[in-house]
């Protein structure tokens, strides 16, 4: 079952723009990390974030945490045509279990 | 080395037949993983190898999924008696496991799809 879940399902920005997502979150988590996927095939790994940080920046993402929200949001600033893809959030829950729990993603669709 | 390889990239095959899919992991990965990904959907949890410990299979959804790692290295996914819900693309994921960190990244492979007619 889904751990997450993500919102907006789908966003249409212009290029330049900033394009905002967010994760929702059941359980108590070790990290959580974006991952991101074209064409509906291998994931990229973006960006990590620890149970005991509050905000990352890697580029152009910027990601925040609130774990007392169970929550977290992407920022991708100035967007470009090339970021358009599916983007995940995923969970790595507390205790020994390593395996990830996706969110159901947010398709980005950048506009030239 | 190279990253995560799968193979086949895709896969065609008819109801009732069984079916194995194969991941290379990254060289020096202790940990494997296997996901499944239905249309338009998230991940879903199949299975975790972690050095020689036993598998983690809580994700398998039936007994007729099957997963080997051998040698601690390439794992084979099997599928027996192939159902139309099967149809889905399979993710294998590897990562350098640090003990008593809580932080490793998994590093995915392209995927197989599968398609059961």
């Known amino acids: 079952s889904q751990q997450g879940e993500e919102d907006p399902q789908a966003l249409s920005i212009q290029e330049g723009e900033n394009a905002t997502m967010n994760c929702s979150y059941k359980?108590?988590?070790?990290?959580l990390q974006w991952y991101r996927q074209n064409s509906g095939r291998g994931l990229v790994h973006l960006i990590l974030?620890?149970?005991?940080?509050r905000e990352k920046h890697s580029g152009r993402l910027r990601v925040t945490l609130d774990t007392s929200k169970k929550s977290s949001s992407l920022l991708i600033t100035a967007s470009r045509a090339a970021d358009t893809a599916s983007y995940f959030c995923?969970?790595?829950?507390?205790?020994?279990?390593?395996?990830?729990?996706f969110g159901s993603g947010t398709q980005l669709t950048v506009l030239p | 080395g190279a990253g995560v390889s799968q193979s086949p990239s895709n896969k065609v095959t008819e109801k009732g037949k069984d079916v194995e899919l194969r991941c290379d992991p990254i060289?020096?990965?202790?940990?494997l993983y296997w996901y499944r990904q239905s249309l338009g959907q998230g991940l879903e949890f199949l299975i975790y190898?972690?050095?020689?410990?036993?598998?983690?299979k809580s994700g398998l959804p039936s007994d007729r999924f099957s997963a080997e790692r051998t040698g601690g290295s390439v794992s084979t996914l099997t599928i027996q008696r192939t159902q139309q819900e099967d149809s889905a693309v399979y993710l294998c994921?590897?990562?350098?496991?640090?003990?008593?960190?809580?932080?490793?990244?998994?590093?995915f492979g392209p995927g197989t799809r599968l398609t059961v007619l």
């Open positions: 974030i620890r149970s005991n940080e």
């Open positions: 190898f972690q050095g020689n410990s036993a598998p983690d």
């Open positions: 994921a590897s990562s350098l496991v640090v003990f008593r960190t809580t932080s490793d990244t998994q590093y």
């Open positions: 359980t108590s988590i070790n990290n």
């Open positions: 995923a969970t790595s829950s507390s205790g020994s279990a390593r395996q990830l729990t």
């Open positions: 060289s020096g990965h202790t940990a």
